[in-house]
């Protein structure tokens, strides 16, 4: 099966405090998926830097597009916390789009994509149909000058926070030291 991303997009609205939002979604929501999931490669989520709503991105590699449809993964929803689904009923928006990588030019010297190490620090999404990760501002700029009227929805998104994937085991000491 071919390589596959989540993509959320969320506005905690009027009815989750901001501080609420964070707190479930860096403590228990992103753990669920990163701490315990193999599939969940890498994973990252973005503040809007245009000011547009939603103004919250999460970003997430999957191994496969068949994982949307294991056990494993549609289990988080039906065992969710108490808290998890008091929080979704009240957010304003959340709009989970799932996807097949069609291309990903993969780590650089300069970038992890959304690993922890190096990720990426600006995120554009035209349509939210596709992903481009930039360095810096100026890139996304030029960018955007150059692909003119053909973005649909063009929306542009800084880092908030890259999340270990600990269920891999490719982060070494982050139970014992990150995340005591």
């Known amino acids: 099966m071919p390589p596959a991303f989540l993509a959320v997009f969320s ?3 009027t009815e989750v405090g901001l501080e609420e939002f964070q707190d479930w979604y860096d403590n228990e929501h992103v753990p669920a998926r990163m701490h315990i999931l193999k599939e969940f490669l890498s994973g990252a989520r973005f503040s809007a830097a245009d000011g547009k709503k939603p103004s919250w991105a999460a970003l997430y590699e999957i191994d496969d597009t068949s994982t949307f449809e294991k056990d494993v993964y549609t289990r ?7 808290r998890e689904a ?8 959340l709009d ?3 996807g097949e990588v069609i291309y990903d030019s993969g780590a650089s010297a300069m970038s992890s994509s959304f690993e922890e190490r190096d990720p990426s620090r600006v995120v554009v999404t035209p349509g939210y149909l596709a992903v481009h990760e930039f360095l810096n501002l100026d890139d ?12 649909v929805d063009l929306r542009r998104w800084n880092l908030y926070r890259a999340y270990p994937g600990i269920a891999q085991g490719n982060v070494k000491d982050a139970i014992t030291e990150n995340w005591k």
């Open 11 to 13: 506005e905690p609205g």
């Open 76 to 82: 988080l929803r039906v065992e969710r916390s108490i």
């Open 86 to 93: 008091q929080i979704i009923k009240r957010l304003e928006v």
């Open 96 to 98: 989970r789009r799932t």
């Open 140 to 151: 996304v700029d030029e960018f955007v000058e150059r692909i003119g009227d053909k973005a």
